[in-house]
């Protein structure tokens, strides 16, 4: 069974910087994409970033230039490294992986909260 497990989250100035992990495990066949979304109250779900096990990154605009996604492809982990964080970034986020075909799996989702 595939599971996900998040670290990272917490509460931060605006302004501050937070990393967040993701280890996928029980994956059977390989990961062909890993990366992070985001849900604030009151709005839909949308993606933050994402990697590629070939090495392409994508990256919302919202968090362009201030954001960094990086993956352990022999630990089957990603990070998130986010920088100069404002209030509208507050969220619970969550982690995402899609294995080769097999399907996507989600995190439980850990809250980050950015105080003004």
């Known amino acids: 069974q595939v599971e996900l497990v998040e670290s990272g989250g917490g509460l931060v100035q605006a302004g501050g910087s937070l990393r967040l992990s993701c280890a996928a495990s029980?994956?059977?066949?390989?990961?062909?994409?890993m990366g992070w979304y985001r849900q604030a109250p009151g709005k839909q779900r949308e993606l933050v970033a994402e990697?590629?096990?070939?090495?392409?990154?994508n990256y919302a605009d919202s968090v362009k230039g201030r954001s960094t996604i990086s993956r352990d492809s022999a630990k089957n982990t990603v990070y998130l490294q986010m920088n100069t964080l404002r209030p509208e970034d507050t969220a619970v986020y969550y982690c995402?992986?899609?294995?080769?075909?097999?399907?996507?799996?989600w995190g439980q989702g850990t809250q980050v909260t950015v105080s003004s």
């Open positions: 029980g994956i059977f066949l390989s990961i062909s994409r």
């Open positions: 995402h992986a899609v294995e080769r075909f097999r399907g996507d799996y």
């Open positions: 990697v590629t096990w070939g090495g392409t990154m």
